[in-house]
């Protein structure tokens, strides 16, 4: 494999770093939307209370790896949340955070001149 090599594991990071950004922006509007069920909108709060929950699975004995399992617990909580969330309500956040209007949102009309000059 040609071309692959040190120089793609930092895209490859910054890749899936923006598409953890991402995840969380859609999670805040699938949250804040009101289309969707507020029994759904508790996962995340499950997922934070583990964080801040004394107790860990993982005790933190080795200065990193305690912190992993709070943050594995969280992503997880967000992919669940957009998973259990109703697809078209995902899909109308992901294309409202990359700009794309959808169909939905077009209005299509006819119109008619009336007047020319209104000073006449």
Same mark, same amino acid.
């Given at each position: 494999?040609?071309?692959?090599?040190?120089?793609?594991?930092?895209?490859?990071? @910054?890749?899936? +770093?923006?598409? /953890?950004?991402?995840?969380?922006?859609?999670?805040? =509007? %699938?949250?804040?939307?009101?289309? #969707?069920?507020?029994?759904?909108?508790?996962?995340?709060?499950?997922?934070?209370?583990?964080?801040?929950?004394?107790?860990?699975?993982?005790?933190?004995?080795?200065?990193?790896?305690?912190? @992993?399992?709070? +943050?594995?617990? /969280?992503?997880?909580?967000?992919?669940?949340?957009? =998973? %259990?969330?109703?697809?078209?309500? #995902?899909?109308?956040?992901?294309?409202?955070?990359?700009?794309?209007?959808?169909?939905?949102?077009?209005?299509?009309?006819?119109?008619?001149?009336?007047?020319?000059?209104?000073?006449?």
């Amino acid at each position: 494999m040609a071309g692959q090599g040190k120089s793609g594991q930092p895209k490859q990071a @910054l890749g899936a +770093l923006a598409e /953890l950004v991402r995840d969380l922006r859609v999670a805040w =509007g %699938l949250f804040t939307d009101r289309h #969707v069920p507020i029994w759904f909108k508790a996962r995340p709060f499950l997922a934070l209370a583990y964080i801040l929950w004394p107790v860990d699975l993982l005790p933190d004995l080795v200065p990193a790896l305690g912190q @992993l399992d709070d +943050l594995t617990i /969280l992503i997880l909580g967000i992919a669940a949340f957009i =998973g %259990l969330c109703p697809v078209e309500r #995902v899909k109308w956040q992901r294309e409202k955070i990359a700009g794309i209007r959808s169909g939905q949102e077009t209005v299509d009309t006819t119109y008619r001149v009336l007047d020319q000059d209104p000073w006449k």
